[in-house]
């Protein structure tokens, strides 16, 4: 289980190595993408609150990175936080998501990107249901289900 001293240590010291790697320069990500998904994983923008496809979904499925597929979440870890955005509990395996100190707009936080093609995913923090304690706050334009 992750827990939030795990996500400082690899914050700080570096992140457990992905299965796989996707590297594509933007040119590319920029032809496979929609202009908000580009804006949102590529340039690591945020999408408007409450206005994502799965921000009210609870369907049973696993939703992937939107950019490369890679499974991240089981909608099993999935709650209502009520912030406008889906959130989770848990990653599907401790190495799907890299973890990065964000100290942009005088806050900081942990910044979530998929590990095998570093897509910007949203934020996790420390402010979820136990028994993990964990939000991790995503971009419904990040993700996609990729099994029921």
Same mark, same amino acid.
């Given at each position: 289980m992750? !827990?939030?001293?795990?996500?400082? *240590?690899?914050?700080?010291?570096?992140?457990?190595?992905?299965? =796989?790697?996707?590297d594509k320069d933007l040119t590319e990500w920029k032809k496979e993408l929609t202009p908000e998904q580009f804006r949102v994983t590529r340039q690591?923008? !945020?999408e408007r609150p409450f206005s994502g496809e799965y921000c009210e979904s609870f369907d049973p499925?696993?939703?992937?990175?939107?950019?490369?597929?890679?499974?991240?979440?089981? =909608?099993?870890?999935?709650?209502?936080?009520?912030t406008g955005?889906?959130?989770?509990t848990q990653p599907l395996k401790e190495n799907a998501i890299k973890y990065i100190m964000d100290s942009s707009f005088g806050?900081?936080?942990?910044? !979530?990107?998929?590990? !095998?093609? *570093?897509?910007?995913?949203?934020?996790?923090?420390? *402010?979820?249901p136990k028994p993990s304690g964990l939000r991790y706050c995503m971009? =419904?334009? =990040?993700?996609?289900?990729?099994s029921d």
């Open positions: 992750m !827990t939030w001293n795990k996500i400082i *240590d690899f914050a700080k010291t570096g992140n457990p190595m992905p299965h =796989s790697r996707v690591h923008g !945020t499925g696993i939703y992937g990175c939107v950019c490369c597929g890679t499974p991240l979440f089981d =909608s099993t870890e999935k709650f209502e936080s009520g955005w889906p959130s989770f806050m900081v936080r942990i910044e !979530t990107l998929c590990n !095998t093609c *570093d897509a910007h995913l949203g934020h996790v923090f420390p *402010d979820g971009n =419904s334009v =990040s993700l996609k289900k990729i």
